[in-house]
């Protein structure tokens, strides 16, 4: 298991609040080494890019997704992957507050 991402991730999550303005997205560069690749849950909603090629050894599709694909994080799920070679990823935090206005407007129509 990729020790490193998890940590990273698990502590920029469990990270304290502070009275300071927040930014709105946060990006992470992420690396993703051979073999097992578990990337924590968030309480925010995320995306992932890909900036390298790669392959989930675990899913169905036999052809590398290719570098560019963006894919809608689950919200509060640990993901784990198999990775048949080394991959790096950018991670995209949107913190609710972002999303509240858009929340709003749904709201009032």
Do not use: Y
């Not at 997205?25 to 790669?54: H, P, Q, R, Y």
């Not at 640990?78 to 858009?102: G, I, S, T, Y």
């Amino acid at each position: 298991m990729h020790h490193e991402l998890t940590a990273s991730t698990r502590s920029h999550r469990n990270r304290a609040l502070t009275t300071a303005p927040r930014q709105l997205v946060d990006v992470m560069e992420v690396s993703a080494t051979k073999g097992e690749w578990t990337v924590a849950a968030f309480e925010e909603a995320s995306l992932a890019l890909a900036i390298s090629n790669w392959h989930d050894s675990r899913s169905q599709r036999r052809e590398e997704v290719p570098s560019g694909t963006v894919s809608i994080c689950r919200f509060n799920e640990d993901r784990h992957f198999e990775m048949r070679k080394a991959a790096q990823f950018a991670v995209f935090l949107l913190r609710n507050e972002a999303l509240e206005q858009v929340w709003e407007q749904n709201r009032q129509t």
